[in-house]
């Protein structure tokens, strides 16, 4: 039983967790001995990488991970704050998962749908209806085309506008479109089917935030025009 109260303290300073792992990298400690170090101290029963292995033989990794900080602290020798520092490390683990350092391009005017869709669409002879799905931050989620030809009810159905909404868990849309005549004034049709859209999506609880109209340097926002 002496082996069980040795303290972190009276161990050779290269053997213990916190100076391995300086020296030889996190990969090298073994599980208990990472835990040790994210508890940082024992009690005077059992120092802190013993408390570590008891918690690992009632618990494996994964099942640690996913016991909420009341039956931690079931765990004789874990009090509160051991508790959230175990539960605060699983749930950074977690984060990590889904990180995306990239970051969304953000749509906040018109001017912002123009600079992104005229290059793609400057050359275009035929009209190009493309979408662009949005979270609720206005960044970003996808961005397709939806159809490409003269704009009309049967061309541009706001059942399929909607069904890339959908599948994107899209908070907003915007939808533009572009004239090859360079000329963005809209048409009956234009205005007309931004109405349909916007009805639809009042209805599916996805705003249709602009419906942009891009021509030869200049574009016409129906939102500004009070078409929406």
Do not use: W
Request: proline share 4%.
């Amino acid at each position: 039983m002496q082996d069980y109260k040795i303290r972190i303290l009276d161990m050779q300073k290269e053997e213990r967790p916190r100076e391995r792992l300086i020296k030889n990298g996190a990969s090298a400690l073994s599980d208990s001995e990472l835990l040790a170090i994210i508890l940082r101290t024992g009690s005077k029963q059992e120092n802190v990488i013993n408390l570590s292995q008891r918690i690992l033989g009632e618990y494996n990794i994964k099942q640690l991970s996913q016991i909420n900080i009341t039956q931690l602290m079931k765990v004789h020798g874990i009090k509160e704050s051991k508790a959230a520092q175990i539960s605060a490390c699983f749930e950074i683990a977690r984060r990590l998962e889904s990180f995306n350092s990239v970051e969304k391009p953000k749509i906040s005017s018109p001017e912002d749908v123009y600079r992104r869709l005229f290059p793609r669409m400057r050359e275009q002879k035929k009209e190009m209806f493309i979408e662009l799905c949005l979270d609720t931050k206005n960044q970003i989620l996808k961005e397709e085309v939806i159809s490409i030809g003269s704009l009309n009810a049967n061309v541009v159905h706001p059942r399929e506008v909607f069904k890339l909404a959908l599948a994107e868990s899209a908070a907003h849309i915007i939808v533009a479109h572009n004239h090859p005549s360079g000329d963005p004034t809209p048409s009956r049709e234009d205005i007309e089917i931004t109405k349909k859209l916007v009805e639809t999506g009042n209805i599916m609880g996805i705003t249709v935030l602009d419906h942009v109209i891009i021509g030869d340097g200049k574009h016409f926002s129906l939102k500004e025009a009070g078409h929406i």
